[in-house]
């Protein structure tokens, strides 16, 4: 009879951050179409030429999502009654770029996306380069953990190391 135990590994990894990835998000919103998307263009352009300025290329800047829908509100009028109101279409631009991280390059580019007028929402993530050699790592240390689990409990069970 064949005698099983099931072993879980855990491991812990520490790697300081060598990357940023900044995304951001940039709307327009306008009655017309043709305008929106104008407005929707003139702002990537800004936004491109702004970090085409401290030495991006253009091509850094990658597209996650756009979004063109209507935009509605509900208005109240005078008697009580409910009103669903056109204020225009939208535009939803979600961007990245990613960079090695230093403190003066990340300021450098803040400054780029603040200056450049656009007033985009975004969020800064730390992370490393690398990603894959990481999570080499991290299930290195989770095999061994699991591993050394393995042989304690065969000991304690006198099974030997099989």
Same mark, same amino acid.
């Given at each position: 009879?064949? %005698? *099983? &135990?099931t &072993?879980?590994?855990?491991?812990t990894?520490?790697?300081?951050? @060598?990357?940023?990835?900044?995304?951001?998000?940039? @709307?327009?919103?306008?009655?017309?179409?043709?305008?929106?998307?104008d407005? =929707?263009?003139?702002?990537?352009? /800004?936004f491109?030429? +702004?970090?085409?300025?401290?030495?991006?290329?253009?091509?850094?800047? #990658?597209?996650?999502?756009?979004?063109?829908? *209507?935009?509605?509100?509900?208005?109240?009028? %005078?008697?009580?009654n409910?009103?669903?109101? !056109? #204020?225009?279409?939208?535009?939803?631009?979600?961007?990245?770029? /990613?960079?090695?991280?230093? @403190?003066?390059?990340? /300021?450098?580019?803040? =400054? $780029? &996306?603040?200056?450049?007028?656009?007033?985009?929402? !975004?969020? &800064?993530? !730390?992370?490393? #380069?690398?990603?894959?050699?990481?999570? *080499?790592?991290?299930?290195? $240390?989770? $095999?061994? @953990?699991?591993?050394? #689990? +393995?042989?304690?409990?065969?000991?304690?069970?006198?099974?030997?190391n099989?």
């Open positions: 009879m064949t %005698r *099983t &135990i &072993i879980t590994g855990t491991g990894v520490r790697a300081r951050p @060598n990357y940023v990835v900044i995304s951001l998000e940039i @709307n327009a919103l306008h009655q017309h179409y043709d305008v929106m998307m407005q =929707a263009n003139q702002q990537l352009r /800004g491109v030429e +702004a970090l085409v300025a401290i030495g991006f290329q253009a091509t850094d800047v #990658k597209t996650t999502d756009f979004h063109v829908s *209507t935009r509605k509100e509900r208005e109240q009028d %005078r008697v009580g409910y009103h669903t109101i !056109f #204020k225009g279409y939208e535009c939803t631009q979600k961007l990245k770029i /990613g960079f090695d991280f230093t @403190n003066e390059q990340l /300021g450098t580019v803040l =400054a $780029a &996306i603040t200056d450049s007028m656009v007033n985009p929402n !975004f969020q &800064i993530d !730390f992370t490393v #380069k690398d990603e894959e050699t990481v999570k *080499t790592e991290l299930l290195q $240390a989770v $095999a061994k @953990n699991a591993e050394l #689990k +393995a042989q304690t409990l065969c000991q304690a069970m006198g099974a030997g099989s």
